[in-house]
């Protein structure tokens, strides 16, 4: 099992930045795909990005795709969530989830591991 801290998360107006951090103990971090999830009210739990171990591949929901960037440093077991140009309906609770595999999914039911989430709120 792995423990996930999340940080980072804040009020901004449309069209600014942040970036989320998930520091990770607990397992060998650099093994396995890590990825970013938000739930927003009224809404299921949606994948919004992921990485592989080695940092190699990525992969991007449609709807954040060109805005958001996920890269992870293995030396400090920490994953980020670079948020560019943000929206009004990225307004959510943004979780950081480990993987028990190293192949890249969206399922959320293949991410065993879940930080306590950290809210994002954009306003206009």
């Known amino acids: 099992q792995v423990q996930l801290v999340e940080s980072g998360g804040g009020l901004v107006q449309a069209g600014e930045s942040l970036r989320l951090s998930c520091v990770a103990s607990?397992?060998?971090?650099?093994?396995?795909?890590m990825a970013w999830f938000r739930h927003s009210s009224g809404k299921e739990r949606e994948f919004v990005a992921a990485?592989?171990?080695?940092?190699?591949?990525?992969y991007y929901a449609d709807s954040v795709k060109g805005r958001f960037t996920i890269s992870r440093d293995n030396a400090k077991n920490t994953v980020y969530l670079h948020m560019n140009n943000l929206k009004l309906e990225d307004t959510a609770v943004y979780y950081c989830a480990a993987s028990g595999s190293w192949v890249i999914t969206t399922t959320r039911g293949q991410y065993p591991d879940w930080g306590q989430g950290t809210q994002v709120t954009v306003s206009s």
């Open positions: 607990g397992r060998t971090f650099s093994r396995y795909v």
């Open positions: 990485i592989g171990g080695a940092a190699l591949t990525t």
